[in-house]
């Protein structure tokens, strides 16, 4: 400071210091840079950072983001998420922008050209407002690179940049309490248990009095807690009420008797055995037809002098003897 023709003095009685000029300053702009200076000492900024805002194109920036965020929890994640991992979000930034950058309490302080302190206020009131630094960084990181292209001079860059999408955070329902009209007077002022007590006369009973109502009122009621278990215990073996559907009703048309019909009943006896002698038939028959198809399978014929007509009875024991003399049937006695 004393290169730039500034005075300096420090008072530690009262815990101030003062910059002011001398005959040798030469730049009128010095003395508010040695303000500056002071404001970065008290922000607890190195001394050799701070004295870099007296050069030439450089600057310094205290922004305050304790206001930024009301939650207190809130501000602190958020501080945390511009510091990152083992401060490396805050080195990308200072490598990007050309910027010291000292995160203290509720303000951000920083130093470096004008360019870059714009670039960096914007970041972190970004980063206060929920958008994560990555975004920014990675947005600065292009334009880095685009700069070096001299024919992209004339050129918008929105093309090459990254469009993020913003999602829709679920946030509480701020539910509106009805508004009661205006009134000058104050609400009553509520009954105290003394109060109370002398309205209902309660309070010129004596003690013993006192806790004898009390115990009846309390027997009082758990007689009536009980009355309703009971009751509910009840329920449970009351019979269910029968539900009435439309087929279970009986019309008048329909029979009310169970009598039971004895000439239909003989109708339906006589048609079963007349069905079940018919059935004996119908066997017969079949195992007669079995016997002759075994016996022309065998080789055997039947020769009978023609015009002779047997019986059924006489058929089946005439088939017999003939087969059996020849191959006995399996399953017959001889």
Not at 251 to 278: F, Q, R
Request: hydrophobic fraction near 35%; charged fraction near 35%; proline fraction near 6%.
């Amino acid at each position: 400071m004393v290169t730039k023709g500034i005075g300096c003095r420090l008072d530690l009685i009262e815990g101030s210091m003062t910059v002011f000029t001398t005959r040798k300053t030469f730049d009128p702009y010095i003395i508010i840079k040695s303000r500056d200076i002071i404001k970065l000492l008290a922000r607890s900024v190195p001394y050799e950072q701070a004295v870099r805002v007296l050069e030439d194109g450089m600057a310094c920036d205290i922004i305050k983001i304790r206001s930024l965020v009301r939650n207190k929890e809130r501000f602190v994640r958020r501080r945390q998420r511009l510091v990152g991992p083992n401060g490396a979000t805050l080195k990308a930034l200072e490598l990007l922008t050309q910027c010291y950058i000292m995160v203290q309490g509720g303000t951000v302080s920083a130093l470096g050209p004008y360019t870059g302190l714009k670039q960096l206020r914007r970041v972190i009131e970004d980063t206060m407002k929920n958008i994560h630094p990555i975004y920014n960084i990675k947005t600065m990181m292009i334009k880095r690179e685009l700069m070096k292209d001299p024919t992209l001079k004339h050129e918008s860059w929105d093309r090459f940049l990254p469009k993020f999408k913003k999602t829709n955070v679920q946030r509480k329902k701020v539910v509106s309490k009805p508004k009661t009209p205006y009134t000058p007077f104050p609400p009553p002022q509520p009954e105290s248990k003394v109060d109370k007590e002398l309205a209902s006369g309660e309070y010129f009973i004596k003690e013993r009095e006192r806790q004898a109502r009390k115990k009846e009122l309390k027997r009082a009621q758990q007689e009536e807690v009980s009355e309703q278990r009971r009751r509910e215990r009840a329920k449970e073996f009351e019979p269910p009420v029968e539900v009435v559907t439309a087929a279970s009703e009986v019309g008048p048309s329909k029979k009310t008797d169970n009598s039971v019909d004895i000439d239909e009943l003989k109708k339906k006896v006589a048609k079963a055995t007349k069905l079940k002698s018919k059935k004996k038939t119908i066997g017969h028959k079949a195992w007669q037809q079995s016997v002759y198809s075994r016996g022309h399978k065998a080789g055997h014929s039947l020769s009978l002098p023609e015009g002779t007509k047997l019986d059924n009875s006489l058929s089946l024991k005439v088939i017999l003897v003939l087969h059996l003399e020849h191959e006995p049937v399996r399953g017959l006695r001889r």
